[in-house]
């Protein structure tokens, strides 16, 4: 079918994915069975010569693959058709990372970026019938070793917990180990490979831009043809709704390139989540012939949108911010790694959950961060369907780069290039990103060990980047660099009053949490707290008897030199001593989810003045104890539930004050019409008894946060005493509950809690699949959590507290397809971790 469509296109297409062979270039004698697209590490583990790296300690064992030559090699037939093609190219969407490529014995090309898309003119040696194609990979962990004892670039964390050399070479940085990763140097073809005919010619590129005005929005598309015809091309293109087409344009090619126009009269916008639809119209464009038949085809989506990041002076600086179609907006969401450490196996599958769990949580923007990889066409579907604005990093991250080097300044501008033309049409763009913490202490006067020069560092991020983005993508903004200071001192990197900062100072700098609510910066783009995965998870890595936090396996899980430490002495400062294994690993999570809330409902109520909230990081790419939200399995860690509340559009919080014996309490919202509501509280003590309560009618003007009760608890504390006193409050919109809170005068380890006597009740809900569980508290429960045995359920609200006397009623979801049995499930409480 797709031969078929295609020959009609006059393109065609003949995929060379699927089957392969590999083995050790050395030892063609022993081939394996292969996966295209996949890499190295897929095919042994799946051929059984490496025992699973992400469980105990295998990834030891299987070093040894990341310094082989490997060769992948298969046969296919081609057809007379597509050898009479004028001009016949082999496409690799993706070769990681150091590949020579032969067919038919003859060597057609080299390959040095992971991020580019190699073509190879095949035309003269392709043979009618049987051909074979090998692919030969170098080790990049043995060429980026020669290169560093050449000339030692600076790296972070370098022979700790990374591999040697990576900044040398364009792949993936992460590969080499990271503080939430495993050192594993993987190679293959990792993407579509495939040849590609064609007589007439192919379309090589469309940007799509748009000017709205009083009008409409005006549409400008500038299409680009490769032809190897000289007769006449033409191109036309529709913009489609719901396969109705609102638009369309034609104009004759002249020297391969054509701008075409339209207007759409009554546009629907697209909006990131919470504001909006996320429209989407289909584009579609074609290359026609002089007859008028249909050479190529391609489709793109777009939203018709402004996105923009606001920088002007206000009075606390320089604003950042970033404002949809001129409504600006408080960017919630996280920082995004790749999805699997081995890449290639995330599925789209994979993606979907994901990001459906990013939305899920009231996130409206993901940073693509700079030690990953530009991610596939899929993650960038789904954001701009859902609303998820992109931060887009080039891929850099916490090293020195060899930009001295012309060739790989070249070979960089060649991946620039190609990832802004795919990516610049997207609705979801937001920024473009430089790297990922380079001004952040790897930046000084001259090359040392530690740094590289500003000389250097300038030539590629203020000059060549920002060169080749205005002259690709002058639509989109562009940053140098997270963090970045554009004023003042640049080395000031976390300057308060402007630009985006990454806030270590919780967790790397051991400060308290209070410390969050001293910090008044503009935008926090990463800022994080580890915590332990939970121990169904666990027990995928570590067996039976190495299922304590300092064991070699719980060690080897724990990539953060002071991670298992920093979490135990947080632990002890907030809360009381866990029992046991498998309650640290709960109460880690609590502790996390308590870390990022104390920090997010800060800068939610400090709104405008800061104007984002990206916590580090969503999700993990192999089974460890890390800063994510979402474990490798796809598990919500008590801090996914969290972020559901503490990045509701409207959102109640709490800020205490133990010295007055006061709460105050505010309203964050970031809805775009007015609303009003009621809010509620009520003060009770550690048994449950009420001693206090009220209700406020407050209403509050769109996209705003300010401070709407006090509450002094004096009286009660001289009653019941700081450690026996409990504030419940929540905010009711329409006689619906759209936010809770919860205040104490102590941390919750100096409380007097009492056993809570939780019990829950499960009931199917009617017809539908959906599965109700009640949760009951004699007493007030605090972190009251679910945990479910059967695996692909998740709970709608998790880690939540319960005054005594009440009971809450929780949806159980599926996640994927499953249905839902009910069976198996644990309900507890922060007492539990404690109490024997
Ligand atoms: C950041 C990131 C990562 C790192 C994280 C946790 O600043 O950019 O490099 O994994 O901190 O240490």
């Avoid at 931060?391 to 991946?415: H, K, V």
């Avoid at 009617?766 to 959590?785: C, E, H, M, Q, Y």
Wanted: proline share 4%; net charge negative.
């Amino acid at each position: 079918m797709d031969r078929i469509e295609s020959q009609i296109s006059g393109v065609s297409k003949v995929s060379l994915n699927g089957e392969w062979r590999v083995s050790r270039a050395a030892d063609r004698e022993e081939e394996l069975p292969a996966v295209v697209p996949g890499c190295v590490h897929l095919d042994l583990l799946a051929a059984g010569r490496i025992s699973d790296p992400f469980v105990a300690e295998n990834e030891d064992d299987c070093q040894w693959v990341s310094r082989e030559v490997w060769s992948y090699r298969r046969a296919f037939d081609v057809d007379q058709a597509t050898l009479d093609c004028d001009r016949i190219v082999l496409r690799c969407h993706g070769l990681d990372t150091l590949a020579e490529v032969f067919m038919n014995g003859v060597k057609i090309g080299d390959a040095n970026n992971m991020f580019r898309t190699w073509e190879f003119d095949v035309k003269s040696v392709l043979r009618l019938g049987a051909n074979d194609i090998e692919v030969r990979f170098q080790s990049a962990l043995l060429f980026t070793e020669a290169k560093q004892s050449e000339r030692k670039l600076p790296n972070w964390s370098e022979g700790n917990e990374k591999l040697v050399g990576g900044p040398w070479v364009r792949k993936c940085q992460s590969n080499y180990g990271w503080d939430w990763g495993p050192k594993l140097v993987t190679c293959g073809i990792w993407k579509d490979i495939e040849l590609v005919g064609f007589s007439f010619g192919r379309l090589q590129d469309a940007h799509f831009q748009q000017h709205h005005g009083a009008d409409g929005v005006r549409i400008q598309l500038t299409v680009e043809a490769e032809m190897v015809t000289s007769s006449q091309a033409t191109a036309r293109a529709f913009i489609l709704d719901g396969g109705a087409v609102v638009a369309e344009c034609e104009a004759a090619f002249s020297e391969g390139k054509v701008t075409l126009s339209a207007t759409i009269t009554r546009p629907k916008l697209w909006w990131p989540n919470g504001m909006g639809e996320a429209h989407l119209y289909e584009l579609r464009v074609e290359l026609l012939d002089k007859g008028g038949f249909v050479r190529d085809v391609v489709g793109k989506r777009i939203g018709l949108r402004r996105l923009e990041l606001q920088r002007h002076a206000d009075e606390w600086g320089e604003s950042f911010q970033f404002a949809a179609n001129g409504v600006p907006f408080f960017a919630k969401g996280a920082n995004w790694i790749p999805a699997d450490a081995l890449l290639p196996r995330a599925s789209a599958g994979d993606y979907r959950r994901l990001l459906d769990d990013a939305v899920g949580v009231n996130m409206n923007m993901l940073r693509v961060w700079g030690g990953g990889v530009y991610e596939c066409e899929e993650f960038y579907d789904i954001c701009d369907e859902l609303g998820i604005c992109v931060w887009q990093d080039f891929m850099f991250a916490c090293a020195g780069y060899p930009s001295f080097d012309a060739a790989w300044m070249r070979n960089f501008e060649l991946e620039a290039e190609e990832q802004i033309r795919r990516l610049r049409h997207r609705a979801s763009l937001a920024l473009w990103c430089g790297n990922n913490e380079l001004e952040q202490g790897i930046v000084a006067e001259t090359w040392t060990d530690t740094a590289m020069s500003w000389e250097d560092y300038s030539a590629l991020f203020d000059e060549l980047l920002p060169s080749v983005i205005a002259r690709l993508d002058p639509d989109t903004d562009y940053w140098p660099s997270s963090a970045h200071s554009p004023i003042g001192d640049r080395c000031d990197f976390n300057n308060p009053t402007c630009g985006d900062a990454h806030l270590w100072d919780v967790w790397h700098g051991r400060k308290p949490f209070e410390w969050y609510w001293t910090s008044t910066h503009r935008f926090c783009s990463e800022f994080g707290f580890q915590s332990f995965p939970e121990p169904r998870s666990v027990e995928f890595y570590a067996p039976a008897d190495e299922r304590n936090i300092t064991s070699y396996v719980m060690e080897h899980h724990q990539r953060s030199g002071i991670g298992n430490a920093t979490i135990i002495d947080y632990m002890l400062s907030w809360f009381r001593l866990p029992c046991g294994f498998e309650n640290t690993l709960w109460l880690s999570q609590i502790l996390q989810a308590a870390a990022i809330q104390y920090a997010v409902e800060h800068w939610r109520r400090n709104m405008p003045r800061t104007m984002g909230a990206l916590y580090w990081q969503l999700n993990d790419c192999w089974p460890v104890a890390s800063w994510s939200s979402i474990d490798y399995f796809g598990r919500w860690k008590a801090l996914h539930y969290a972020a559901k509340r503490f990045f509701a559009p409207v959102m109640l919080s709490v800020v205490d004050d133990p010295k007055a014996a006061k709460f105050s309490l505010h309203i964050t919202s970031d809805l775009l019409t007015e609303c009003e509501g009621q809010l509620r509280w009520v003060l009770c003590d550690t048994d449950g008894r009420e001693i206090g309560g009220g209700t406020k009618i407050v209403s509050m003007a769109p996209r705003c946060a300010r401070h709407v009760l006090d509450i002094d608890v004096s009286d009660a504390r001289r009653d019941v005493g700081e450690q026996g006193l409990l504030l419940f409050c929540e905010f009711l919109i329409n006689g619906e509950t759209v936010s809770r809170s919860f205040g104490t005068l102590v941390r919750p380890k100096h409380l007097r809690l009492r056993a809570p006597k939780l019990s829950h009740r499960v009931e199917s809900c009617g017809d539908s699949k959906d599965v109700i569980v009640t949760v009951s508290a004699k007493r007030p429960a605090l972190f009251v959590w679910l945990e479910f045995e059967e695996d692909g359920v998740r709970a709608d609200d998790n880690f939540f507290h319960l005054q005594g006397g009440e009971s809450r009623s929780i949806r159980l979801l599926p996640v994927g397809e499953g249905e839902i049995k009910g069976v198996g499930i644990r309900v507890r409480s922060l007492y539990d971790t404690f109490a024997e």
